[in-house]
């Protein structure tokens, strides 16, 4: 079955992080992302979420039910498999919340190709040091 990546095809459900008031000592944070996408019928669509603090502490790790039908767990790069997603109920707008309560426009992400990670996310966020341009 032929599969497509359909992310930048359709805008729709994309958030953006907004600023947010600090306190005069507190910093907007940094965080190390990482996503896993599987194919669907729609294309590549989050399977798994994990972010990491600067003291290498998991903050938010986990699987993510897509939208649409898996046609390839893609489990060669993810590591995501079947039995990971059976249980899990947790949807995009599910973790775009708890991201949009962990970050502001101003925390600064740091990734691997983030840009396929943000659209995976369909998260709009500037604040970034991808270290696939660096």
């Known amino acids: 079955q032929h599969v497509q990546d359909g992310r930048k095809e359709n805008l729709e459900g994309f958030v953006k992080t907004f600023d947010k008031e600090l306190s005069e000592d507190a910093h907007p944070g940094i965080f190390a992302l990482d996503c896993e996408m599987s194919y669907t019928t729609y294309g ?67 990734g691997h190709s983030l840009e396929s990670d943000l659209l995976a996310l369909k998260v709009i966020h500037s604040t970034v040091v991808d270290t696939s341009v660096l």
């Open 44 to 110: 590549l669509e989050l399977t798994r979420v994990t972010v990491v603090d600067t003291d290498m502490h998991v903050v938010y790790d986990t699987f993510v039910k897509p939208d649409n039908e898996i046609v390839d767990y893609n489990t060669r790069f993810s590591g995501v498999t079947a039995a990971d997603l059976a249980d899990t109920s947790i949807s995009l707008r599910d973790v775009q919340a708890v991201l949009l309560s962990m970050f502001s426009a101003d925390t600064v992400l740091i």
